[in-house]
C-alpha cells in the first residue's frame, strides 16, 4: 500500500515555463459566482481563494473571468479590464497564493452562451434554437478577439495572478468555434478543422507573446462536447497535436456542453473519472503536461492517474467543494473516499446550483448544505442572479 506522504500525487510538477506546481492536485476552474455583481472581487471571493489554498492544493483556477463584460456567462463573473478594481483583483491573487498556491484566472467569452439578461449573444454563425438564439460575429470582432484575450492576460500577470488558462471547452466561444455543431461559417474560421481552430491558435499566440515566455499558459480543451454531430474525440486530438507546436504549459482535459437540455459532464452518472482513455491517447500527440478533469471522487482514483502516466496533475472540481481540505487529507491518509450529496430527481441546472451555493458556504464559513435543501437553494441561487442581473445592467450601462 502507498504511503500517501510518498505518493506521486505530493510530488512537485515543473511547468515549461519553469514555474514549478508543488504537488499534482487542483481545483480546476468553476463559476463561484461570487463577483460583486460589477465585475469585480468581493471579501467573500478572497476568504474562498484562501481557504482552498491552505487546503493544500497546488493550483486553483477561476472560472470564467471576462475581458469585457458583454458576453458573460453569470452576472457574478469577474470582468478584468482597464476599469475594473485592479487593488481588488491584487487581494484577490495574493490571498490565492497562500501557503505556496499557484492561482491563475480562466480567461473566459461566452459567445453564444452568452447570459441572455445582461448581454446580447454572438457566435461563430447565428442560431436559432429551443433556449438558444444569438446572432454572428462579424469577421471584424473575431480578429479583435485575440487582442482582448490578450489584455485580460496581461492585467492578469501585472495584478498578481500565477498564470492564466484559456477556456476553450464546455461550450463556450472558443469551443463554439471548434464545433460544426456551432460553426458554420463559410470564409477562413469555418469549415475544415484547420479553419475552426484558427482562432483558438491565434489567441494562444497573442497571449503568449502578451505575458512573454516565463508566465504560465494553460488551455482548457474538450475532449468531446458529448453532442451528436460536435466536436468529437479525434478531431480534439488533431488540435492538442496543433497546440503542442505552441508555447502551452498545461492543456486541461475536459468535456461536456452547457449547451441548453444537454447533459454536462459534472452531472454524469458514475464513479470514474471520465477522460483518462483520451489523455492516454493524447499523450501520443503532445509533451506538454496534461491535466484531467471531471469525475475523481478518490484519492485511489487521482493517484492511479498520476501514477499510470495519464495525467500530471489532476482536476478537481465538486470534491473540494465537498472538503476543501481534501489535499491535505489525503496527504496524510485520511478521508480518502470523501462523502458526496445524493440528489433526487434534481432539475436540470440544479446540482450545479447547489454546489455553487456550497461554494458560498465555504467562503462564508458557514455550515454544509444539505441534499434536501436543493428547492431553497435553488430559489436562492436564481434570486442571487436576479440581484446581479439588475446591478450589471445599471454598472456597465446595458439596456
Not at 483556477?61 to 481588488?88: C, R, T, W, Y
Not at 445592467?393 to 439596456?399: A, P, T, V
Request: aromatic residues 8%; charged residues 20%; proline residues 6%.
Amino acid at each position: 500500500m502507498t504511503d500517501p506522504k510518498s505518493s506521486v500525487l505530493f510530488e512537485p510538477l515543473t511547468l515549461p515555463c519553469g514555474v514549478v506546481l508543488k504537488n499534482r492536485i487542483a481545483k480546476s476552474a468553476m463559476s463561484d459566482s461570487l463577483g460583486d455583481g460589477c465585475g469585480n472581487p468581493t471579501d467573500v471571493q478572497v476568504s474562498l481563494y484562501k481557504r482552498w489554498a491552505k487546503g493544500g492544493l497546488a493550483l486553483s483556477i477561476i472560472g470564467e473571468v471576462q475581458g469585457s463584460p458583454h458576453f458573460a456567462e453569470k452576472p457574478g463573473n469577474l470582468v478584468l479590464n482597464s476599469s475594473a478594481d485592479l487593488e481588488g483583483f491584487r487581494a484577490l491573487a495574493v490571498a490565492g497564493r497562500a501557503d505556496n498556491a499557484n492561482l491563475w484566472i480562466q480567461l473566459g467569452h461566452a459567445g453564444a452562451m452568452a447570459d441572455g439578461p445582461i448581454s446580447s449573444p454572438k457566435g461563430p454563425s447565428a442560431l436559432d434554437l429551443p433556449g438558444l438564439k444569438c446572432a454572428e460575429l462579424t469577421l471584424d470582432q473575431i480578429l479583435a478577439i485575440p487582442a482582448e484575450f490578450a489584455r485580460t492576460a496581461v492585467l492578469a500577470k501585472e495584478v498578481g495572478f500565477g498564470g492564466v488558462e484559456i477556456h476553450a471547452a464546455h461550450g463556450f466561444l472558443l469551443n463554439q468555434f471548434l464545433s460544426p455543431l456551432f460553426n458554420k461559417r463559410t470564409d477562413a474560421y469555418g469549415g475544415s478543422l484547420e479553419n475552426r481552430m484558427r482562432l483558438l491558435l491565434e489567441v494562444v499566440d497573442a497571449v503568449r507573446e502578451a505575458v512573454g515566455p516565463q508566465y504560465p499558459v494553460g488551455i482548457k480543451l474538450n475532449a468531446t462536447d458529448q453532442l451528436e454531430g460536435g466536436f468529437q474525440q479525434d478531431e480534439a486530438l488533431k488540435v492538442i497535436a496543433a497546440l503542442d507546436d505552441k508555447a502551452i504549459d498545461l492543456i486541461d482535459i475536459s468535456g461536456g456542453n452547457y449547451f441548453p437540455g444537454a447533459p454536462s459532464s459534472s452531472d454524469r452518472a458514475g464513479t470514474g473519472p471520465y477522460f483518462v482513455e483520451f489523455a492516454q491517447r493524447a499523450r501520443t500527440k503532445t509533451k506538454i503536461p496534461l491535466m484531467v478533469t471531471g469525475g475523481f471522487k478518490t484519492f485511489d482514483q487521482a493517484e492511479a492517474a498520476v501514477s499510470e502516466g495519464q495525467a500530471d496533475i489532476v482536476g478537481l472540481a465538486r470534491a473540494l467543494v465537498v472538503d476543501p481540505d481534501l489535499p491535505t487529507k489525503w496527504q496524510e491518509g485520511r478521508d480518502k473516499h470523501p462523502l458526496f450529496p445524493r440528489f433526487s430527481a434534481p432539475p436540470e441546472g440544479g446540482v450545479t446550483a447547489w454546489y455553487t451555493m456550497q461554494i458560498t458556504q465555504i467562503a462564508s464559513g458557514g455550515a454544509q448544505l444539505r441534499a434536501d435543501e436543493l428547492r431553497d437553494v435553488i430559489e436562492v441561487y436564481e434570486a442571487r442572479d436576479r440581484k446581479r442581473h439588475a446591478i450589471w445592467k445599471e454598472h456597465f450601462g446595458i439596456r
